[in-house]
T-cell receptor, first 115, second 114 residues
Framework: DTGVSQDPRHKITKRGQNVTFRCDPISEHNRLYWYRQTLGQGPEFLTYFQNEAQLEKSRLLSNRFSAERPKGSFSTLEIQRTEQGDSAMYLC?????????????FGPGTRLTVT | AQSVTQLGSHVSVSEGALVLLRCNYSSSVPPYLFWYVQYPNQGLQLLLKYTSAATLVKGINGFEAEFKKSETSFHLTKPSAHMSDAAEYFCAVSDGNAGNMLTFGGGTRLMVKP
């Protein structure tokens, strides 16, 4: 068990560029979550997948954001036409659903800076 | 709808002193409650969780929290602070829906003085 990994750890981009982040969950976990954490705030839920199906999306996820989990394993989060307000830490978490309350394990995050 | 309020964005204690981090929640259904810790440049690590069993929950690193329904609180305590406890602490609530998505409070930064 190597834990949840995220790549890259840091990304600096210019406003208007597109960026893509990757999350690799713990291998047997079927649920995968994306959260966004701005400076001095707690994480905010963006979206989650059960296997390859995207089952819930927050209103925070504007149409410039898209997330995929094509084979039910790793996931990507793409932001198109980045804005300065997108600067944040993007956290990925995974869990194994088992009929009860599953524990979410978090990755180290990708810190995005939009200049 | 659910929400979490953490009173005190910064808490400072001396090494060996009691740690008390406050969390109040709002939930329309019986909640699941969590405390996470975040060290610099790391992800969140689960300290403990309440899932409607015992109201006093013991977690890792000597932390514990008590669920008080009448006060809608889930405060985190540790009898004796260590320097290694210095970190950001987040309280979170889930209603079990939407894949158990978590709603977090704003966080409390704990500083431990020698």
């Amino acid at each position: 068990d190597t834990g949840v990994s995220q790549d890259p750890r840091h990304k600096i981009t210019k406003r208007g560029q597109n960026v893509t982040f990757r999350c690799d969950p713990i291998s047997e976990h079927n649920r995968l979550y994306w959260y966004r954490q701005t400076l001095g705030q707690g994480p905010e839920f963006l979206t989650y997948f059960q296997n390859e199906a995207q089952l819930e999306k927050s209103r925070l996820l504007s149409n410039r954001f898209s997330a995929e989990r094509p084979k039910g394993s790793f996931s990507t989060l793409e932001i198109q036409r980045t804005e300065q307000g997108d600067s944040a830490m993007y956290l990925c978490a995974s869990s194994l659903s088992g009929g009860g309350l599953d524990e979410q394990y978090f990755g180290p995050g990708t810190r995005l800076t939009v200049t | 709808a659910q929400s979490v309020t953490q009173l005190g964005s910064h808490v400072s204690v001396s090494e060996g002193a009691l740690v008390l981090l406050r969390c109040n929640y709002s939930s329309s259904v019986p909640p699941y409650l969590f405390w996470y810790v975040q060290y610099p440049n790391q992800g969140l690590q689960l300290l403990l969780k309440y899932t409607s069993a015992a109201t006093l929950v013991k977690g890792i690193n000597g932390f514990e929290a008590e669920f008080k329904k009448s006060e809608t609180s889930f405060h985190l305590t540790k009898p004796s602070a260590h320097m290694s406890d210095a970190a950001e602490y987040f309280c979170a609530v889930s209603d079990g829906n939407a894949g158990n998505m978590l709603t977090f409070g704003g966080g409390t930064r704990l500083m431990v003085k020698p």
